[in-house]
């Protein structure tokens, strides 16, 4: 069964990077779409951007549009989420999920990243 581990989070300042991996294990990515989703301090979780299974199609939710960028790399079995231009509203846990045929994200959520975004 695939599962995905997310990596790479931290405390940054505003202004910072960080770079996001999701790596999988258990099946190849190849077929799957991948959803990068964020669940700040008292709010639900919301899916920020996603990538279709070619890599061809992305797509970003307003409030990240032109600062993060994904990308994966079916080889090696893995997906990243570039975050540049942080700021304090980006501060939270960071999951990525898959999508299948049945058009669905996976029930399954793993423990995320924290991303932490202050001075």
């Known amino acids: 069964q695939l599962q995905l581990v997310e990596s790479g989070g931290g405390l940054v300042q505003p202004g910072g990077s960080l770079r996001l991996s999701c790596a999988a294990s258990g099946a190849a990515l190849d077929y799957y779409a991948i959803g990068w989703f964020r669940q700040a301090p008292g709010k639900e979780r919301e899916k920020i951007s996603c990538?279709?299974?070619?890599?061809?199609?992305?797509n970003y939710v307003a409030s990240v549009r032109g600062r993060f960028t994904v990308s994966r790399d079916n080889a090696k079995n893995t997906a990243d989420l570039q975050m540049n231009s942080l700021k304090p509203e980006d501060t939270a846990v960071y999951y990525c999920n898959y999508r299948g045929v049945s058009g669905s994200f996976s029930d399954y959520w793993g423990q995320g990243t924290q991303v932490t975004v202050s001075s």
């Open positions: 990538i279709s299974a070619s890599g061809i199609y992305t």
